[in-house]
């Protein structure tokens, strides 16, 4: 038979060993579920990045990564994603059916398997360990020795077992024994330096065996024929499982510790054993499954209804985080433990919500929602239903003291009792009941429905309504019993009653009561409204604010026997507050430490919504003092254990390992040499993976990172465990990163990585510093050269502009002149001889009606005349040809004052020509708008006006006693006062002169204008 063949043997040697012995005996034994244990489970299969079905080994590296093997090579998971260690591993490598994987303390990774023996340096570098090492195929083991030395233990194919510890490079064989079947499980050394070999064999054979010099010593007894041996984490001594208990090496001597509460039926082997931090034995077994022994000694099968568990368990493996690893059917499995544990719910109603929940008098967990579900203590999830077709919508449901539990449908709304497997209806609704159930309770053996129509008993068999006549028309909220067996109900808008000795009574708390609880110490608790919590306790009630305590509004509540108060809300974390710091609150003690905490989808609860119906029961404490929550994607429970663990993790655990796992430059991977990674000047994107090592709960670790050098300061990431840096500047930096487990602590140190990112060329120091000091001498006289261009064009632009603004007013005189002698000398002629000629028809008239007539219609055109020649006086003063401006402005001030009458002040000089006409005209003009502005906005009641000749120029100055205005402000007239300054400003410097004003508000505004005399006048 060759190599190959034998190497299937061994393979199969745990599947095709007589399954048949022991497992006809399963059904005898009691089961256990993860759940029970408060454990939760966790799969991963070919999707999630396996690259084969069947896992056979684990180990834990030193920085807390876990390492296991697939049929396809060694995989390595950080609590985020798998790796594949073996892609880089060359063709000659062995890769398959690794079934033993050991890290030593320089970081080596040494694995056996049925096609050889491979090594793996801290580097990545994979070596093949064949004939020429001493290495060896088949099923092995490895073990490290008290003098540092590596040994290991191989079943081979050639039917022999062969010990060897590796020296100089190579294994060198210590001593090599046929074997008739079986191969090595375990190898370990004792507390005295005694190597020891745990072997799986069929039939009477020693199973245990210790190496003495290079002889393989049996230890005999009656059950050994099936035993394998393991370590507890931190103890020396060396442990033994049997099929009747476990055994501990005690000096040179075996001594029992713990004695199964039966007989393990296991007749097929061991593969391994394990012990987690609460004591239990967890045993792998080679046909029956995982096994586990309590502290106690009571033996169970482990089980579960999320996940069928195989019969042959390859491996197992307790890791420093607690988690607990085995291979599935085609899948590897983790049970961790969280703050909640995911109720099993039978996988097809997996998507049906729970409604209520509630718990019996013999201890029984009774689920409704779509149909009616029991657990009982030792028991798996009971459907009660018969067929698909009878299945009923359950909104309430209540435990029964004796047993059993009442229900309400949501189709009828009629009441029902089930117990064992007899389900059966107890009332019907009466008429005129309406609504979907809100509450239930049972009171001295009544049971008491609250629902929208008002409050129901059950009374000789009939539902009746027993609502207190103060709530007639409202709507009850909530019940619940209070002490010495009071019934209380909260109402919508009436406030809360109390029914005692079978009267109704006000509980003295009005308003909305939605929710109640009921505390050990017998206070009663309530939420009235949105958001207020209420403490009745020595006859008086107390309340606060709860949203100033974190809690969210619309919640209900639970007061544990643990000392807590547990509240739910529609959306959003469960919370969980200290009840006696809660009651100093409510007496307004506002510096007490509440002791929140916050319990969300990281925690364990499936998600942060509430199931839809009532609300009332899906969150309740059972007598073991869980606390069980229902959401709309199932249930989960908080054992009370878990804060005494989770403490006792808190205080011993060390912060964990955080690594930076992968760097990417451009998507492309990158090696750290020396932690430190060098990015070129053509690369923009940097991409850094980093991971905290929580196994147990990844999805709880928070992160934060800095960039020294580029951004000092912390930034807080959450749980994204990725960080992108892009375009960074040429630089050193140190990107370190911290993390933060599951229970808050902070590895400060975290993992740092050096990243220097190098210049473009245009970067480096001689460019920064020769060619800009070069460009400086070209720059300066190109930008000599552009600011002497700047300016002549500025200076051409603004003589262009003032040519413009010049042209445009003389050819506005010029129409101005032109439309003034026409009016003057055509239209104002015309109306002259129409008047003469209406006022000689007057005369020669006889009728004085007529007369009377013609003399209206002359009058009328003598004003249009007198109008037709003042505009033509405004367009162009003809007299200023002719008697100069110094009889223009006074002939212009005497207009303006008839017209307005204001009281005016002139003084005119003569000017005899010292002027051009060019400003004689803007003189006039500015006058015209001066004048203008003061009668429509200054509201003025005198104005001087005084026109000054002196040695070389000549001043016009306008100042009135009206209002006045702000310097800032345009003009006292309104929002466009501002352009009759710029036009004027601008005219004035159209003749080289200048323009001055000064206002004060209430105190007048004075203008002046300067305007140079002509040359021929100064000459």
């Known amino acids: 038979m060759n190599g190959e063949v034998w190497s299937r043997v061994i393979a199969c040697v745990g599947l095709v060993v007589a399954l048949g012995p022991g497992v006809q005996a399963q059904g005898e034994f009691p089961r256990i579920s993860p759940f029970e244990l408060g454990y939760s489970l966790r799969s991963w299969t070919l999707d999630d990045g396996l690259k084969g079905p069947y896992v056979g080994a684990f180990v834990q590296a030193h920085d807390g990564a876990l390492l296991l093997s697939d049929s396809e090579g060694l995989i390595r998971y950080n609590g985020i994603e798998l790796e594949d260690l073996s892609a880089t591993a060359g063709p000659e490598i062995p890769r398959r059916n690794i079934l033993a994987i050991h890290e030593d303390p320089d970081g080596r990774l040494w694995t056996a398997g049925l096609g050889g023996q491979a090594m793996r340096e801290p580097d990545g570098r994979w070596v093949a360990l064949g004939n020429d090492r001493g290495g060896r195929n088949g099923v092995g083991k490895f073990a490290r020795g008290p003098d540092g030395r590596f040994w290991c233990g191989v079943s081979s194919a050639a039917r022999s077992l062969m010990v060897s510890v590796f020296e100089d490079g190579k294994f060198r064989p210590v001593l090599e024994e046929p074997v008739q079947s079986g191969y090595v499980q375990e190898l370990e050394f004792d507390a005295a330096g005694q190597l020891w070999l745990s072997v799986a064999t069929q039939g009477p054979r020693p199973s245990v065996y210790r190496l003495d010099g290079t002889t393989l010593l049996p230890e005999v007894a009656d059950d050994w024929s099936v035993a394998t041996l393991f370590r507890r984490e931190g103890d020396a001594r060396l442990w033994l499982v049997t099929p009747s208990g476990i055994r501990v090496r005690e000096e040179d001597h075996w001594q029992e510790v713990v004695a199964f509460s039966v007989a393990l039926p296991e007749r097929n082997g061991f593969s391994a054993c394990a012990v987690d931090g609460d004591g239990n034995y967890w045993i792998a077994t080679r046909s029956l499954g995982i096994w586990v022994c309590q502290p106690d000694g009571w033996l169970s099968r482990l089980s579960s209804e999320e996940v069928k ?124 009941s309406y609504g979907q159930v809100i509450d239930l309770v049972e009171q001295h053996g009544e049971v008491w429905i609250a629902r929208p129509g008002g409050l129901l008993r059950l009374a000789d068999g009939v539902l009746v309504p027993a609502s207190p006549e103060e709530t007639a ?6 019940l619940a019993l209070g002490a010495e067996g009071a019934l209380y109900a909260g109402f919508r808008t009436k406030g809360l009653f109390c029914r005692q000795d079978g009267e109704w009574r006000f509980a003295g708390l009005d308003g909305r009561v939605a929710a109640l609880a009921l505390a050990p110490d017998d206070t ?65 003690d506002r510096s007490v430490d509440l002791r929140r905490r916050t319990y969300g989808r990281a925690e364990g609860l499936p998600a942060e919504q509430h199931p839809y119906g009532s609300r009332k029961r899906t969150l309740m404490e059972d007598r073991q003092g869980r606390i069980w929550v229902a959401t709309v994607q199932g249930v989960s429970a908080w054992l009370p254990s878990y804060d005494t663990r989770s403490a006792a993790e808190t205080t011993d655990s060390k912060p964990m390992p955080v690594l930076i796992e992968k760097v990417l430059v451009d998507d492309q991977p990158v090696l750290k040499a020396n932690g430190a990674v060098t990015v070129t000047p053509d690369k923009h994107r940097l991409e850094i993976h980093y991971a905290g090592l929580d196994l147990a709960s990844p999805e709880s670790v928070t992160y934060r990172y800095r960039i020294e050098g580029y951004e000092d300061e912390w930034l807080d990431v959450g749980n994204r465990h990725t960080a992108y840096l892009q375009h960074l500047p040429p630089g050193t930096y140190r990107f370190q990163v911290a993390a933060a487990d599951r229970h808050g602590v902070w590895n400060e140190a975290g993992a740092a990585l050096a990243i220097v990112v190098l210049p473009h060329w245009y970067e480096r120091w001689w460019f920064r510093f020769g060619i800009p000091a070069a460009l400086v001498l070209g720059l300066s006289g190109w930008a000599y050269r552009r600011v002497r261009w700047t300016r002549r064009r500025a200076l051409e632009r603004a003589r262009l502009q003032e040519e413009f603004s010049r042209g445009l007013i003389e050819a506005q005189e010029s129409e101005r002149t032109r439309l003034a002698g026409e009016l003057h000398d055509d239209l104002g002629q015309d109306l002259l001889v129409m008047k003469s000629r209406i006022d000689l028809a007057r005369r020669r008239s006889g009728s004085e009606t007529e007369q009377d007539t013609l003399q209206k219609l002359s009058q009328s055109t003598a004003e249009v005349l007198h109008k037709v020649r003042s505009l033509s006086h405004q367009l162009r003063p003809l007299h200023l040809d002719h008697f100069g401006l110094a009889a223009c402005v006074a002939n212009l001030v005497k207009e303006v004052a008839e017209a307005s009458q204001l009281a005016f002040e002139v003084e005119a000089d003569d000017l005899q020509g010292g002027l051009s006409p060019e400003c004689e005209v803007a003189l006039f003009r500015m006058l015209q708008e001066s004048l ?73 505004t004075l203008v002046l204008f300067e305007v140079p005399l002509s040359p021929a006048a100064t000459a």
């Open 309 to 432: 568990f195989p019969n042959l368990i390859r491996d197992l493996y307790v890791g420093r985080d607690a988690t607990i690893w085995f291979n599935g059917e085609n899948r590897l499995l983790q049970l961790r433990r969280r703050p909640f544990t995911l109720w099993p719910q039978p996988q097809r109603d997996r998507l049906a919500a729970i409604r209520a929940m509630a718990e019996d008098g013999e201890g029984t967990i009774w689920f409704g929602g779509v149909g009616i579900y029991s657990l009982r203590p030792g028991e798996f999830v009971r459907q009660h239903w018969q067929d698909d077709t009878a299945v009923p919508s359950i909104y309430g449901i209540l435990g029964r003291p004796d047993g059993g539990a009442w229900f309400v449908t949501g189709s009828g709304g009629a009441l029902g009792t089930v117990r064992g497997r007899e389900q059966r209806e107890v009332a019907p609704p009466p008429p005129g």
């Open 473 to 478: 028309q409202d709507q009850p909220e909530c």
């Open 524 to 588: 009663l608790w309530a939420r009235r409204g949105e958001n207020e919590l209420c403490r009745f306790a020595a006859g008086e009630w107390r309340r606060a604010d709860a949203g100033g305590m974190g809690i969210m509004p619309q919640f209900h509540m639970v007061c544990s026997r643990a000392g807590s108060i547990w509240f739910q809300g529609e959306r959003g974390p469960v919370i969980r507050l200290d009840r006696q710091a809660a009651e100093a609150w409510l007496q307004g």
């Open 932 to 1004: 203008n502005n003061i009668v429509k906005h200054a509201g003025a009641s005198s104005v001087k006006v005084a026109l000054r000749r002196q040695e070389r120029r000549v001043t016009l100055s306008v100042q009135d006693d009206g209002r006045g205005f702000h310097a800032e402000m345009p003009k006292p007239g309104g929002p466009h006062a501002g352009h009759w300054l710029h036009a004027m400003k601008e005219r004035c410097a159209l003749v080289g002169g200048r323009m001055m004003v000064h206002s004060t508000p209430g105190a007048g």
